[in-house]
């Protein structure tokens, strides 16, 4: 219980100067956090994408801290179980990939699991691709 309470309030540390970032959305139904080429693809209605508590921005920082520190390829505001969740896919240093699974709401991580074997190669090699064509995508928009 100790650990659960000293790593959350270590990710809030984290996230807490990504807070006050802000996000821009775009009529295509995506996110884009500010910090990262990544963008959140938004998979339920404007409405109640509007009510999350938790930026985008928020979201990747206490992924991050969830995945040893890589970096956010894609991410996902989507309702799962009747939350509303990020699902956020991170490519850790090692080569691996993580999903980190953290509430809209509240900012607490409901899921983290690192893939690993053949798995985690494919799963690795398909979200830098993602990450390196959204790094394209916004050099091209911001020359």
């Known amino acids: 219980m100790n650990r659960f309470i000293i790593a959350t309030a270590f990710a809030a540390a984290i996230a807490l100067p990504a807070a006050g970032q802000s996000t821009t959305a775009t009529s295509n139904g995506q996110v884009n956090p500010t910090s990262s080429a990544a963008k959140v693809k938004v998979q339920v209605n404007q409405s109640l994408a ?50 980190v699974k953290v509430d809209a709401m509240t900012g607490e991580v409901i899921e983290a699991e690192q893939h690993g074997g053949v798995k985690s190669t494919v799963l690795h090699h398909k979200e830098n691709k993602k990450l390196l064509d959204a790094k394209r ?7």
């Open 137 to 143: 995508d916004s050099a091209a928009k911001n020359p």
């Open 50 to 99: 509007s009510t999350a508590k938790v930026s985008g921005d928020s979201a990747y920082a206490i992924a991050r801290a969830h995945a040893d520190n890589g970096e956010v390829s894609s991410a996902k505001l989507r309702t799962e179980k009747g939350r509303l969740l990020y699902s956020v896919q991170v490519l850790n240093k090692s080569k691996r990939e993580s999903t």
